[in-house]
């Protein structure tokens, strides 16, 4: 397959999943080794947060320590935002429970003398990635725990026989506009038995196993509201 033809299959697969991921993500708190183009000024593709991250449809229980008659569920809309009592709108899809926390307080400190509040999710979306391309059983699947790159390959069957294990991109949304793609070589790291790039996957990861290479592809980044264009990265992610 050309390397053209390969591209537009995975910019396929790829926007399949920005609609999907939107419904689950968990952005990411470390800065990646490898910065995109200074001229792109993109984001860069980040390592993996443990923390929980706010979804469109969780319900979020809000308890204020001084306050109690505040008390009160609210439900994360499509778009993003909740609506508790006294203070309008607030965007938190995305963000982890301090984080809404913290954003919580500021915003009822203009009613309430240093409010103390806490958030508890207590329905939330399940967490899940996508596999793509030549695995046997390509689709989408709920974390059971933890999930590095060569065990989510395995969970969704493990490889073809016209699977290209060197360039196995992992795709991550960086922010609701971009995207990035790092490449892995999976069969280097098995054959060498260093698992130093065998990445954690986070919520919304897609992995995308191609047939023949795509390394001479290039080096891009851009909001794929307008196009899909990858940033590859080839060094593990520190």
Not at 42 to 60: F, H, M
Request: hydrophobic share 40%; net charge neutral; aromatic share 8%.
């Amino acid at each position: 397959m050309r390397a053209s033809s390969l591209l537009h299959a995975g910019a396929s697969l790829l926007l399949l999943w920005a609609g999907l991921s939107s419904a689950a993500q968990q952005p990411p708190a470390a800065n990646a080794s490898n910065s995109v183009n200074a001229q792109n000024a993109a984001p860069v593709l980040q390592q993996r947060d443990p923390r929980y991250r706010i979804n469109k449809t969780d319900v979020l229980q809000l308890t204020f320590t001084f306050t109690p008659e505040y008390d009160q569920s609210v439900t994360v809309g499509p778009d993003g935002y909740i609506s508790p009592k006294g203070i309008g709108d607030l965007h938190v899809e995305g963000m982890s429970t301090p984080e809404v926390s913290a954003a919580l307080e500021k915003a009822y400190g203009k009613i309430l003398h240093d409010p103390v509040i806490s958030v508890i999710p207590t329905t939330v979306v399940p967490a899940y990635f996508i596999a793509g391309g030549e695995v046997a059983k390509p689709g989408k699947y709920t974390f059971q725990g933890n999930t590095t790159v060569t065990q989510a390959i395995q969970i969704a069957g493990g490889f073809t026989a016209d699977a290209k294990h060197s360039q196995v991109v992992l795709f991550r949304r960086i922010d609701t506009d971009w995207a990035q793609g790092t490449k892995i070589d999976v069969k280097k790291m098995l054959k060498s038995g260093t698992l130093a790039e065998d990445l954690n996957l986070q919520a919304g990861d897609m992995l995308y196993v191609p047939k023949n290479t795509i390394s001479k592809v290039g080096t891009w980044i851009e909001p794929w509201s307008q196009v899909v264009k990858l940033n590859f990265i080839s060094k593990p992610i520190d």
